[in-house]
């Protein structure tokens, strides 16, 4: 499966923007780049996902290198709701098992 | 969409016993995936629950510790055998469909005395 590597932490500050990097030199040509959060005591929530072009959502916006070797995840104004732990996973739909393997993420914690 | 929901939400269970947890989908499915996540770590895929096969177990698990069955395309249970304090986690189920997003359950909280 392909890794991905993530910061161990940020922080933000409240109503302004925060992009998340995540980097996957290894990423092959089937592989989707998905983002998962996971608020304290929740299980984990669909961000976005995206295989080649930007990707915009409510949620977020999913910008991605031309390489495909790195991805930023941007909130556009953070809250405080949006404190979480930030999965950045590659999913290969060309592979039978279609299954999610989750690295240690990014810890994000917003401030007021 | 898919809501699933899991039971129970939280046990606690004495050594040696087993707990099983359910997973209920609210449409058909064809993969479910189980997860445990330990005290403050990440998730860490246990198998794959495939309706009318066996589950696919990753390394590390194994099904007589992790028995796992797939009756139809919107229900799975797993079977956590012969408790540990090391069992202590919670185990969540997940489904997805193929390219799209996944959905997990909000976790079933394992406490082994």
């Known amino acids: 499966d392909a890794k991905t590597t993530q910061p161990n932490s940020m922080e933000s500050n409240e109503e302004e923007p925060v992009h998340l990097p995540c980097n996957h030199s290894?990423?092959?040509?089937?592989?989707?780049i998905h983002w998962y959060r996971q608020l304290p005591s929740q299980g984990p929530e669909y961000v976005i996902h995206g295989l080649t072009s930007n990707v915009n959502n409510r949620m977020a916006s999913l910008a991605i290198a031309e390489d495909r070797k790195s991805s930023t995840l941007i909130l556009h104004r953070a809250t405080l709701r949006d404190a979480a732990v930030y999965y950045c996973?590659?999913?290969?739909?060309?592979?039978?098992?279609?299954?999610?393997?989750f690295g240690t993420g990014t810890l994000l914690a917003v401030q007021p | 969409s898919a809501v699933i929901s899991q039971k129970p939400s939280r046990d606690i269970c004495q050594r040696g016993t087993s707990l099983t947890i359910q997973c209920q989908v609210d449409s058909q499915v064809t993969m479910m995936f189980w997860y445990r996540q330990q005290p403050g770590q990440s998730l860490t895929l246990i198998a794959t629950a495939n309706q009318g096969s066996e589950a696919t177990y990753e390394s590390g698990f194994v099904i007589d510790k992790f028995p796992i069955s797939r009756p139809n395309l919107t229900f799975s249970t797993l079977t956590v055998s012969n408790l540990s304090p090391e069992d202590s986690s919670i185990y969540l189920c997940?489904?997805?469909?193929?390219?799209?997003?996944?959905?997990f359950g909000q976790g079933t909280r394992l406490t082994v005395v």
């Open positions: 290894t990423i092959s040509g089937t592989d989707y």
């Open positions: 996973i590659l999913r290969d739909v060309a592979g039978a098992t279609n299954k999610l393997i």
């Open positions: 997940s489904v997805a469909r193929v390219g799209g997003e996944a959905f």
